[in-house]
């Protein structure tokens, strides 16, 4: 698989990859437009029709917070309202989890993504969060009859 470095941060990312997985910066469009992965949560895919169902596809990863981010939540708890800091995380554990749902896919052959969710779980007593995007990976083909 080829790669490509992130823009942002310099990390090598794979070819098939929308963001980066150190620093969540979204990669240029050339690697987007070679993923040609569709990834939606209902289940099917309006205009298309299903060839090939490959299987259950997941992605996930678990993110803790060092001392630092700990400190600037429980400044920011202090105060109410968002705790930006876990909000930052917690998006960027969201797109890296998504990317390895699609490479994930990619290798099995599917173009698209269908019934895609998300979850979360602590773990460690609390310390980690473990994010996770699952769906069924399909092959699927313009509908003969779609506008």
Not at 11 to 34: D, H, I, M, W, Y
Not at 85 to 91: F, G, I, N, Q
Not at 110 to 124: C, G, P, Q, Y
Request: hydrophobic share 40%; aromatic share 6%.
């Amino acid at each position: 698989m080829s790669e490509f470095h992130c823009p942002k941060c310099g990390r090598k990312t794979p070819a098939v990859a929308l963001f980066c997985p150190e620093c969540g910066a979204s990669l240029n469009v050339k690697s987007a437009q070679k993923t040609h992965m569709m990834v939606v949560t209902t289940p099917t895919l309006p205009g298309y029709r299903i060839v090939r169902v490959l299987g259950v596809v997941h992605g996930l990863t678990v993110r803790t917070r060092g001392v630092g981010g700990k400190f600037v939540a429980g400044i920011e708890g202090m105060f109410g309202g968002e705790v930006t800091t876990y909000s930052s995380e917690a998006e960027k554990a969201r797109r890296e989890s998504l990317q390895r749902l699609i490479e994930a896919a990619t290798e099995m052959g599917a173009n698209a993504v269908i019934s895609a969710d998300f979850e979360t779980s602590d773990i460690l007593q609390g310390m980690a969060t473990l994010f996770s995007a699952y769906g069924t990976a399909v092959v699927v083909e313009p509908a003969k009859d779609a506008p």
